[in-house]
């Protein structure tokens, strides 16, 4: 939890005090336990929240304009409500904006603001940052301005805004966990009906730890929409051969797949193995983690690794590595690269009494290989975006 008394003395230095009512929110970044590159297959994903946030503190003003002030790079920025246009240089405050015009086109009426907000979710690692900000956004223009809009539409708010302003296709798993995440909870996510169960993470001798390999995703946006493009190849066969069932890969099975693998095409085939595989795997992992089968749950996050990184070819030197290390160690059940890949982190499940002989080896085999000193997070899931502070918490 980061500092509220610190960040309100920012906001009191920076802004006057409009008598209007003001308030508090944070929303949780995310790590993915198990699913990647399932989403945009209409298939199946279970992130959980973690324990890093954005915070954000805002106060209504008597007019349209907003003032924004990053704690984090300490910039600032001005805009109107009224002539709302993504930015190309503060790029940053186009999830603010985005957020805002998906509001007022879904009807709802807002008064101009002054808002700071900090982030201690380390950006550019895959753990959404970004999701994070835009749903902060809009629960703090929720509340503000007492709009009744419960968290799921918060949550396809934020994924517009993202769609449509910023313009990047993101699949909903993101913004739905930062709004619905629960302690001692994951969240597993349909994206083809958007419907969720919250699966239970509940047993406190079990860990996760992310290890960010401070590799920055380079390849991402070009072999991302490559491996879209091979998957829809993929399902546009399977059509041609099963007929009209399947319309995404999440409709093959897995026998289906096996008949049929011989005749797709390299590396078709092993892009198709991949989705089909992992969205079983996510399914087995619910039913393991509800039966408290951790052991289970591991090995699957072992071969979704070992798939992401064979069939899928996302991963990089750098998260092979610390997945290798990781799973050498003792009390570690299972380790994975989380997030679309070529860089950011990998997600481990380990028993709880190895978390500090695991930290130390992990950041001292890592360096000596690499040369870089990876980052470690120990988090439990945890609660997704509240109001941590209204009007009538604060009488300064």
């Given at each position: 939890?980061?500092?509220?008394?610190?960040?309100?003395?920012?906001?009191?230095?920076?802004?006057?005090?409009?008598?209007?009512?003001?308030?508090?929110?944070?929303?949780?970044?995310?790590?993915?336990?198990?699913?990647?590159?399932?989403?945009?297959?209409?298939?199946?994903?279970?992130?959980?929240a973690?324990?890093?946030?954005?915070?954000?503190?805002?106060?209504?003003?008597?007019?349209?304009?907003?003032?924004?002030?990053?704690?984090?790079?300490?910039t600032?920025?001005?805009?109107?409500?009224?002539?709302?246009?993504?930015?190309?240089?503060?790029?940053?405050?186009?999830?603010?904006?985005?957020?805002?015009?998906?509001?007022?086109?879904?009807?709802?009426?807002?008064?101009?603001?002054?808002?700071?907000?900090?982030?201690?979710?380390?950006?550019?690692?895959?753990?959404?940052s970004?999701?994070?900000?835009?749903?902060?956004?809009?629960?703090?223009?929720?509340?503000?301005?007492?709009?009744?809009?419960?968290?799921?539409?918060?949550?396809?708010?934020?994924?517009?805004?993202?769609?449509?302003?910023?313009?990047?296709?993101?699949?909903?798993?993101?913004?739905?966990?930062?709004?619905?995440?629960?302690?001692?909870?994951?969240?597993?996510?349909?994206?083809?009906?958007?419907?969720?169960?919250?699966?239970?993470?509940?047993?406190?001798?079990?860990?996760?730890?992310?290890?960010?390999?401070?590799?920055?995703?380079?390849?991402?946006?070009?072999?991302?929409?490559?491996?879209?493009?091979?998957?829809?190849?993929?399902?546009?066969?399977?059509?041609?051969?099963?007929?009209?069932?399947?319309?995404?890969?999440?409709?093959?099975?897995?026998?289906?797949?096996?008949?049929?693998?011989?005749?797709?095409?390299?590396?078709?085939?092993?892009?198709?193995?991949?989705?089909?595989?992992?969205?079983?795997?996510?399914?087995?992992?619910?039913?393991?983690?509800?039966?408290?089968?951790?052991?289970?749950?591991?090995?699957l996050?072992?071969?979704?690794?070992?798939?992401?990184?064979?069939?899928?070819?996302?991963?990089?030197?750098?998260?092979?590595?610390?997945?290798?290390l990781?799973?050498?160690?003792?009390?570690?059940?299972?380790?994975?690269m989380?997030?679309?890949?070529?860089?950011?982190?990998?997600?481990?499940?380990?028993?709880?009494?190895?978390?500090?002989?695991?930290?130390?080896?992990?950041?001292?085999?890592?360096?000596?290989?690499?040369g870089?000193?990876?980052?470690?997070?120990?988090?439990?899931p945890?609660?997704?975006?509240?109001?941590?502070?209204?009007?009538?918490?604060?009488?300064?």
């Amino acid at each position: 939890m980061q500092d509220l008394n610190k960040l309100w003395k920012i906001f009191k230095d920076k802004f006057t005090d409009t008598g209007l009512t003001k308030g508090a929110f944070s929303a949780p970044g995310r790590v993915n336990l198990i699913g990647e590159h399932t989403d945009y297959n209409e298939g199946f994903v279970l992130p959980m929240a973690i324990e890093k946030e954005v915070v954000m503190l805002g106060q209504l003003r008597n007019d349209r304009l907003v003032q924004v002030f990053d704690f984090v790079y300490k910039t600032e920025i001005k805009f109107s409500l009224d002539s709302l246009s993504p930015s190309k240089k503060d790029t940053w405050t186009n999830y603010l904006m985005g957020v805002m015009d998906e509001i007022q086109k879904a009807g709802y009426p807002l008064q101009g603001t002054n808002l700071i907000f900090g982030s201690n979710i380390p950006r550019k690692a895959g753990l959404s940052s970004s999701a994070a900000l835009e749903v902060v956004t809009v629960l703090t223009m929720v509340k503000l301005n007492s709009l009744d809009i419960e968290p799921l539409e918060m949550a396809h708010l934020s994924r517009r805004a993202e769609n449509n302003f910023v313009g990047v296709a993101c699949g909903i798993m993101d913004q739905y966990i930062s709004c619905l995440g629960q302690k001692n909870y994951a969240l597993f996510i349909d994206c083809r009906t958007n419907k969720y169960q919250l699966t239970p993470f509940k047993d406190h001798n079990y860990q996760i730890v992310i290890c960010n390999s401070k590799i920055q995703r380079s390849l991402i946006n070009s072999e991302y929409n490559k491996r879209r493009e091979e998957c829809k190849r993929a399902a546009k066969f399977f059509t041609h051969r099963l007929g009209s069932k399947i319309h995404t890969l999440r409709d093959v099975t897995i026998e289906e797949f096996k008949q049929y693998q011989q005749c797709l095409p390299e590396p078709i085939a092993r892009r198709a193995r991949h989705v089909i595989l992992e969205n079983y795997r996510v399914q087995a992992g619910v039913q393991a983690l509800r039966k408290k089968n951790f052991s289970a749950f591991g090995k699957l996050m072992v071969e979704s690794h070992r798939s992401l990184k064979d069939d899928y070819e996302v991963s990089c030197a750098e998260l092979d590595l610390l997945v290798d290390l990781a799973i050498e160690q003792e009390g570690v059940l299972g380790a994975r690269m989380t997030g679309a890949g070529f860089g950011g982190c990998t997600v481990n499940l380990l028993k709880r009494d190895y978390v500090d002989a695991f930290e130390k080896k992990i950041k001292k085999e890592y360096k000596k290989t690499t040369g870089i000193t990876s980052d470690i997070y120990i988090t439990r899931p945890a609660e997704g975006a509240k109001v941590l502070e209204n009007k009538s918490d604060r009488t300064d």
